[in-house]
């Protein structure tokens, strides 16, 4: 059998090519990595990258000179926000992950069925393979670390929890096409009210992340990469959704397909429970908490273990680290839909962890911004922010002066967002205000131009 080359090997490579923009020799290349290679062996992993089509080259024989692909329609343009730019709500992603995003938005038709590729798994070892390199790792130390690292397990999370449980149980879901707004969600998640209009399997999607973040906060001081805690993760993630109810809680035995991609998951319980059982001891093997959690973000997936919910399964599988050890939480704060499907899209169809990586370490920048006391500036005002100031105010200030419940201030936001925005903002801007709704306190209503007594008022009837 071959030997299997790790994957950080290519990204080191690939790390190196980058310092190259108009292209680099191989000895130019070799020069930029940080260990020894061999010349023919470095040829041949180059080789290899362009066969894969994660480098281009031009030129022959000595004059062969690497780089990255280059990205379609080029940076986006000064003064103009991402949105604006793209055309569409994405994250900030490397020049080789847009090469892969233009890679699995080709056409369905155009790009090749592959299935299973136990190998992938297979090559993965741990504390010798990593997909964070260690300048993230070290970065989402910093930004994670809480006080609470030498308290009993889950002592940060718990002193979170209500913002957590709703952040969580909204953007997971959310990432699933849930359409309940974060004030319908809270209204759910505390009062037991389902939203009008809406699908029932939206409330239970929902309610079933309430039970499944409560038991890995409860439990933090037990729950790991286990059976009993991954399963019991799908059972309570997957309660009341699944045609058939004895599915809850155990490996699949049925062939499943998945929509939009030409993926076909692996057949057979005998290989499921064998891949299974191996990604749970490969991830406790894991070291760092940061690794761990990624790596069953890109793992369980892939393996698509139960008949269904398995992304769900795999976003809060990777709170169990941090929670374990006082880590901020990961609650998918701002992630598009679009991006996190782009991502997931490149590791079945691909084996490539570029784009979800940035999406996973975005959002856990976004998410230690939001929760943990160690804070560091997002960088730029938003423009979209900036742009819908006025609008915004306008809207804070009639839900406190007048008086409004959380359903009253749901329904005067649609009716403002019908009245004053555009169709496509019209989703971001409810999420700022009720975000910012949300975050009100006595503190900060200067900004509003309200008085604490009408602060006062209001409080008393917001619920």
Same mark, same amino acid.
């Given at each position: =059998?071959?030997?299997?080359?790790?994957?950080?090997?290519?990204?080191?490579?690939?790390? %190196?090519?980058?310092?190259?923009?108009?292209?680099?020799?191989?000895?130019?290349? =070799?020069?930029?990595?940080?260990?020894?290679?061999?010349?023919?062996?470095?040829?041949?992993?180059?080789?290899?990258?362009?066969?894969?089509?994660?480098?281009?080259? @031009?030129?022959?024989?000595?004059?062969?000179?690497?780089? !990255?692909?280059?990205?379609?329609?080029?940076?986006?343009?000064?003064?103009?926000?991402?949105?604006?730019?793209?055309?569409?709500?994405?994250?900030?992603?490397?020049?080789?992950?847009?090469?892969?995003?233009?890679?699995?938005?080709?056409?369905?038709?155009?790009?090749?069925?592959?299935?299973?590729?136990?190998?992938?798994?297979?090559?993965?070892?741990?504390?010798?393979?990593?997909?964070?390199?260690?300048?993230?790792?070290?970065?989402?130390?910093?930004?994670?670390?809480?006080?609470?690292?030498?308290?009993?397990?889950?002592?940060?999370?718990?002193?979170?929890?209500?913002?957590?449980?709703?952040?969580?149980?909204?953007?997971?879901?959310?990432?699933?096409?849930?359409?309940?707004?974060?004030?319908?969600?809270?209204?759910?998640?505390?009062?037991?009210?389902?939203?009008?209009?809406?699908?029932?399997?939206?409330?239970?999607?929902?309610?079933?992340?309430?039970?499944?973040? @409560?038991?890995?906060?409860?439990?933090?001081?037990?729950?790991?990469?286990?059976?009993?805690?991954?399963?019991?993760?799908?059972?309570?993630?997957?309660?009341?959704?699944?045609?058939?109810?004895?599915?809850?809680?155990?490996?699949?035995?049925?062939?499943?397909?998945?929509?939009?991609?030409?993926?076909?998951? !692996?057949?057979?319980?005998?290989?499921?429970?064998?891949?299974?059982?191996?990604?749970?001891?490969?991830?406790?093997?894991?070291?760092?908490?940061?690794?761990?959690?990624?790596?069953? =973000?890109?793992?369980?997936?892939?393996?698509?273990?139960?008949?269904?919910?398995?992304?769900?399964?795999?976003?809060?599988?990777?709170?169990?680290?941090?929670?374990?050890?006082?880590?901020?939480? !990961?609650?998918?704060?701002?992630?598009?839909?679009?991006?996190?499907?782009?991502?997931? !899209?490149?590791?079945? @169809? =691909?084996?490539?962890?570029?784009?979800?990586?940035?999406?996973?370490?975005?959002?856990?920048?976004?998410?230690?911004?939001?929760?943990?006391?160690?804070?560091?500036?997002?960088?730029?005002?938003?423009?979209?922010?900036?742009?819908?100031?006025?609008?915004?105010?306008?809207?804070?200030?009639?839900?406190?002066?007048?008086?409004?419940?959380?359903?009253?201030?749901?329904?005067?936001?649609?009716?403002?967002?019908?009245?004053?925005?555009?169709?496509?903002?019209? %989703?971001?801007?409810?999420?700022?205000?009720?975000?910012?709704?949300?975050?009100?306190?006595?503190?900060?209503?200067?900004?509003?131009?309200?008085?604490?007594?009408?602060?006062?008022?209001?409080?008393?009837?917001?619920?």
């Amino acid at each position: =059998m071959p030997k299997q080359v790790p994957s950080n090997e290519f990204d080191a490579i690939l790390r %190196a090519v980058a310092r190259f923009p108009d292209g680099g020799a191989i000895e130019e290349i =070799m020069g930029a990595l940080d260990f020894q290679l061999p010349h023919r062996t470095l040829q041949r992993r180059l080789a290899l990258l362009v066969k894969q089509k994660r480098l281009n080259v @031009e030129g022959r024989a000595r004059g062969s000179r690497y780089q !990255l692909p280059a990205i379609t329609g080029g940076p986006p343009p000064v003064g103009r926000d991402k949105k604006e730019a793209r055309g569409e709500d994405y994250i900030p992603i490397s020049p080789e992950s847009e090469a892969i995003k233009q890679a699995v938005r080709e056409p369905i038709q155009n790009r090749r069925p592959v299935g299973y590729n136990r190998t992938f798994l297979d090559a993965y070892r741990p504390n010798e393979t990593f997909y964070l390199f260690p300048e993230i790792r070290q970065r989402l130390a910093e930004l994670g670390r809480s006080p609470e690292g030498g308290l009993p397990a889950g002592t940060y999370a718990r002193q979170i929890f209500n913002r957590l449980l709703i952040d969580l149980s909204w953007n997971s879901s959310r990432l699933e096409g849930n359409t309940y707004s974060l004030l319908e969600t809270e209204r759910l998640l505390e009062l037991g009210e389902t939203a009008e209009g809406k699908d029932a399997r939206e409330a239970q999607m929902i309610l079933n992340h309430k039970a499944a973040i @409560e038991m890995l906060v409860e439990q933090a001081a037990e729950v790991g990469f286990n059976r009993y805690t991954i399963l019991n993760l799908h059972a309570l993630l997957s309660d009341n959704l699944l045609a058939d109810p004895r599915a809850c809680g155990r490996l699949r035995s049925m062939r499943v397909g998945v929509a939009g991609t030409v993926f076909h998951p !692996l057949e057979g319980p005998q290989l499921i429970e064998e891949c299974f059982q191996q990604i749970l001891d490969t991830a406790t093997a894991i070291r760092d908490a940061f690794e761990q959690a990624f790596f069953v =973000m890109v793992h369980l997936p892939y393996l698509q273990p139960f008949e269904d919910v398995n992304k769900r399964v795999s976003r809060l599988a990777a709170n169990i680290p941090l929670i374990r050890l006082n880590l901020c939480p !990961l609650s998918f704060v701002d992630v598009p839909e679009r991006a996190y499907i782009d991502g997931i !899209l490149a590791v079945y @169809e =691909m084996n490539r962890v570029e784009l979800l990586r940035d999406g996973f370490v975005w959002a856990y920048e976004r998410s230690c911004a939001r929760y943990s006391a160690v804070r560091r500036s997002l960088g730029d005002p938003d423009p979209f922010r900036l742009r819908y100031r006025s609008l915004v105010a306008e809207v804070m200030g009639g839900i406190v002066r007048g008086g409004m419940d959380k359903k009253a201030a749901g329904a005067f936001i649609k009716q403002r967002v019908a009245e004053a925005v555009p169709k496509e903002d019209q %989703a971001r801007f409810t999420e700022v205000v009720e975000t910012e709704i949300m975050s009100l306190h006595k503190g900060n209503i200067a900004r509003y131009r309200l008085r604490p007594s009408q602060y006062q008022t209001w409080l008393e009837t917001w619920r």
